[in-house]
């Protein structure tokens, strides 16, 4: 877990940054496009840089519990606040589509012309190369951390990125009289929004009411036949998995010979603990204990 505290720590200061960074780009878009651009797409842009700053900032703060160690009332840890921060951060993402919807939609019906369409979209276009930067460099760093906040971090500042790039095809469109151009890519923005939120929000209510996934069955399947290869074991029975934040901790129980000793019974398990966490090094704790026998046998 050492390695994984050291990205945490890294992960909360770049969670830190893009919360800055996007709210004052978003600052800068709402004003350009409702004082001097008049552009739906470049506001609906600002107001997804802003929301997305948000996101980071939950995310963030999520990231701050997380590292708190377990204590008398918290005897797991804080690694479900950062599931919290997830589906939160989710939550706000949908709220913003809904508001850019409407706001395209008045554009769609009443279309009106985009006053200096070039400098809202160099502005845009800056605005792109700095999300997709950050974005695609807290990917890299995250992609194996597990954690399911930091990649919908990431995922979100690239997708802010790609949305700053439509807002400058938008511009350049209607600075070519397709005025409708702002409110299509008004909606195309909403719509990745709440695909990534609602997708978000699933994965986190799941970890969060202890649910199994198909990736989470698929382990447990694993661990199982791992155990199974260990000199001593029957068979084991029942894998229990539950994850948290990026870590899983379970129960397993396995079939041994009826007169192993307790010192042979511990070094079982510390052989399938230890192969386990060669193969699965996020679990992070597995009780292990002897099948109970059935009566009727």
């Known amino acids: 877990?050492?390695?994984?505290a050291t990205?945490?720590?890294?992960?909360?200061r770049l969670a830190g940054v893009t919360t800055l960074v996007l709210i004052v780009l978003g600052i800068i878009q709402i004003i350009l496009g409702e004082t001097i651009s008049k552009s739906v797409a470049l506001t609906a842009n600002g107001v997804d840089c802003i929301g997305d700053g948000f996101v980071s900032a939950v995310v963030w703060i999520g990231l701050l519990f997380f590292k708190k160690p377990a204590n008398e009332k918290f005897h797991y840890g804080y690694y479900k606040m950062e599931n919290l921060a997830s589906g939160l951060a989710a939550v706000v993402m949908i709220g913003l589509a809904i508001y850019i919807c409407v706001r395209s939609y008045y554009q769609?019906?009443?279309p009106h012309p985009v006053q200096l369409p070039i400098i809202g979209a160099i502005v845009a276009f800056i605005a792109?190369?700095?999300a997709l930067g950050l974005g695609f460099y807290k990917y890299s760093r995250g992609k194996k951390s597990k954690m399911g906040s930091v990649k919908l971090e990431a995922f979100n500042t690239i997708k802010d990125g790609g949305a700053s790039a439509l807002a400058v095809v938008a511009l350049i469109l209607s600075s070519q009289g397709f005025l409708i151009a702002d409110a299509i890519v008004g909606f195309i923005i909403a719509g990745i929004i709440v695909i990534i939120g609602i997708t978000a929000i699933k994965e986190s209510s799941l970890m969060l009411v202890d649910a199994c996934n198909t990736e989470c069955v698929e382990r447990g399947s694993v661990i199982k036949d791992i155990a199974e290869?260990?000199?001593?074991?029957?068979?084991a029975h029942v894998v229990r998995l539950r994850q948290s934040g990026?870590?899983?901790?379970?129960?397993?129980?396995?079939d041994v010979s009826h007169d192993l000793s307790i010192k042979?019974?511990?070094?079982?398990?510390?052989k399938i603990k230890k192969k386990i966490k060669d193969v699965f090094p996020e679990v992070e704790r597995l009780t292990i204990t002897?099948?109970?026998k059935d009566e009727s046998e």
């Not at 990205?7 to 909360?12: L, N």
């Not at 901790?249 to 396995?254: F, H, P, V, W």
């Not at 042979?264 to 510390?270: G, V």
């Open 1 to 4: 877990m050492g390695s994984n």
């Open 7 to 12: 990205f945490v720590e890294k992960a909360d």
């Open 108 to 110: 769609l019906i009443d």
């Open 128 to 130: 792109a190369i700095v």
């Open 229 to 235: 290869e260990i000199e001593g074991v029957k068979k």
């Open 246 to 254: 990026p870590v899983f901790q379970g129960e397993l129980e396995i």
């Open 264 to 270: 042979e019974f511990n070094s079982i398990k510390s």
């Open 290 to 292: 002897i099948a109970e």
